[in-house]
């Protein structure tokens, strides 16, 4: 080192240490910073390490050195008689407070955070919306949480950049830190003079830029420097935001600095450590400290040597996974354009741009679909941290870990399908605690539809662990120390607070599948009381289809249905009687909303009369099918309700196809106003319910909609015509192509009798039920409904063999429909 570098290195670390403390300014969740602090703290071997941080958390410091503390993680502090008032400090590997941290606990220094205490800052503006990230110690400099109100805050970073000439931030950090291969000239504490003499010129430009809250901070921390001067004289040593090396440096009195103190609002907290991931560290999430691209920079701070060639290898790893032709002359060629475009760029090394750009080129060949992937895979990643047995938590949350590892389901920051199958004990127990988890409100697996078997014995869920939910189960907490005990308290509370009777009905069927035995008692008696007191149909009938629904789980689960039957088949009554009068005089908008009931009632009826068997279910349906005959023929009835009856009677052999067209004629005909006929076509043919089938395939109904389309005035046309496009919109393509043609063909051509004589190829005058049976066995393999031989020796045993065999024959029955 020369004479003139040796005097510059001193003036930038007389700035850094001398006379005073070690100021260590950083950027949170910068790799760059975290190896110059660690290069900076082994030079300097101070004898206390003080960090930007919420002082509650010095107890859990020595909880970072356990083997079973992996970051990313977070410091979680909540207040304690309100626990959705919370807020999270997050750490990565390459953030320099947790670098700091795992320094002092390896040389057996002191460590302790110096920021206001989270008893102040949980509750300062507690009458805004709380935040829960956008936290002060893990702002980026300059982007610490502030009132909505408060000035335009400014970006040092961004600032920085610009008046270097660079137009993003982020390649300006990497140019100046983060592809710095050592400290210059040596010196492990010219980049915090540096940085710390820019942050100081932007504060006299700035002030506070902002940030008012700073103040109070800073105040603080001041105290708190000063307290660890007076206890380890000045080998002290300061990891902060580098926007607050200034402030720190500043001369105040201690007076002073306590006066900005007073007055602030305190409330109990607690705090703890909890898992984090990289997704959540990125900015996208709306981390207000976050980054860009932090599965990138755990590459550069764990890489030990050549971390684009590193990069390049993990990148074509990923591919090869999904299937893509990557071979190591991509990742050669990957590298060498790399280079090529940074030093074309001016850079010092490759930087994420560059490998992006050589990444889409060479191994994407131009495509943005994969290289998306790279991007969520590896460039933001899913790294999800964890934390010891030991840490500090709810009783909750340890029972909650204890199922998780009895029932082997791993909380993963990465979504994934889980499939179920009830009959076995442990997919049983899995099913019972993720539902009891959704009763809680914590929103760890969400059910998914089945691509596989439709029986009630399977269950697919999409699981996806945000650390957010850590929040929830502590404030899950005040309704129980287990998941049963919280549930079910849960479950008592909201039956007794339920806003309707479809609400109670559906926590019914909730704690059905949870398994809440104790919960049940309460869940019915309040379901008994509202069902006894409400006499709207329409509430009736939204609450019968969950309430039958949960008569299907004693099947699969053991559990007693008998007291919630007899509450169904009285609610049951209770719809049949009341919903005639309700269907008269109805408004367009109305008669929809009860058509929709009326098909809602038909489902569950037909479940009830299944579960009903030989008791009170099987009078049930016989009981609907005279409201659905009562509903046909009477006037006062809108069209589309009237025609959803008899289609309904007609599904249900309950009404012969003669009868069927002898009612569609008389609504068809010249004295029926055209709108009232035309919502009567949409009840019969429309709603998804297979209506273009049945045109199809009946010459007659074909033929009835055809003459009296012909026949509508051309005054009364464009009226009826919204409502016609709208029914046979929903028809498949190929149904309305096939309607076309019969219609072009004429009705010599229609229906299922005379196409066979008429030559058109695909038709018959019956169905050829052997042909149809010949076929079912090859649709049941195709759809997935046949599962392999020699399978899980559960699969045949207790209830659930039945419940396959009736799911088979079920399923034989669609099938047939299919194939009519």
Known sequence: MTGLQQEAAAERVSGVREGGPLLLGVRHHGPGSARAVRAALEAAAPRVVLIEGPPEADALIPLAAEEGMRPPVALLAHVVDEPGRSAFWPLAEFSPEWVAIRWALDQGVPARFIDLPATHTLVWGKDESPSEESEESEESEGEEGSSPDEAVRIDPLAVLAETAGYDDPERWWEDVVEHRGGAAGGDPFAPFAVLGEAMGALREAYGVGGHERDLVREAYMRLQVRAAQREFGDDVAVVCGAWHVP???????????????????????????????????????????????????????????????????????????????????????????????????GRPLPGLTETTDAVRAVMCEGSDVPLALVRDRLVVGDAMGEVPESAPAVPLQRDLARLQRRLRLKPEALERELELDLRKETDAGRSRLLHRLRLLGIGWGEPAVSRGSTGTFRETWRLRWEPELSVRVAEAGVWGTTVLAAATAKADADAIGAGSLADVTALAERCLLAELPDALPVVMRVLADRAALDADVGHLAQALPALVRSLRYGDVRGTDTHALSDVAVGLAERIFVGLPP????????????????????????????????????????????????????????????????????????????????????????????????????????????????????????????????????????????????????????????????????????????????????????????????????????????????GGDGEAGDGDGSDGEADDRVSDDNDLVEVVR
């Open 247 to 345: 402030a720190l440096r500043q001369k105040t009195t201690a007076g002073a600095d306590r006066a900005l103190l007073k007055g602030l609002p305190k409330a109990k907290a607690d705090m703890t450590w909890v898992p984090w991931t990289h997704r959540r560290l990125s900015r996208v999430s709306g981390y207000g400290a976050g980054i860009d691209s932090p599965g990138w920079y755990g590459h550069l701070f764990g890489a030990p040597d050549r971390p684009v060639e590193r990069w390049m290898t993990k990148v074509a790893r990923l591919l090869r996974d999904e299937d893509r032709m990557v071979s190591s002359a991509h990742v050669i060629e990957a590298v060498r354009l790399a280079d090529t475009l940074a030093a074309m760029r």
């Open 582 to 789: 309700a269907c008269a005089a109805l408004d367009t908008e109305a008669a929809e909303e009860m058509r929709r009931h009326v098909d809602a009632v038909q489902g569950a009826v037909g479940l009830l009369g299944e579960t009903g068997g030989t008791g009170p279910g099987g009078g049930t349906r016989g009981r609907w099918h005279s409201v659905l005959r009562v509903l046909a023929g009477r006037d006062t009835v809108p069209g589309v309700i009237r025609g959803r009856a008899v289609r309904l009677l007609l599904d249900e052999g309950e009404l012969a196809q003669d009868e069927a067209a002898r009612l569609m004629g008389l609504v068809l005909s010249p004295g029926t106003a055209p709108g009232d006929a035309a919502a009567w076509i949409e009840g019969f043919v429309g709603g998804g319910s297979g209506g273009g089938m049945l045109l199809m395939h009946d010459e007659r109904l074909l033929g009835l909609v055809d003459a009296w389309l012909t026949g509508v005035p051309a005054e009364a046309f464009t009226d009826v015509l919204p409502l016609l496009r709208r029914t046979f919109s929903a028809y498949e393509a190929g149904v309305r192509r096939t309607l076309g043609e019969l219609i072009r063909r004429g009705p010599g051509a229609r229906g299922s009798a005379t196409t066979a004589a008429s030559g058109i190829p695909g038709f018959a005058p019956d169905l050829d039920t052997g042909r149809a049976d010949a076929v079912l066995p090859v649709l049941r393999l195709l759809l997935g409904l046949d599962e392999p031989d």
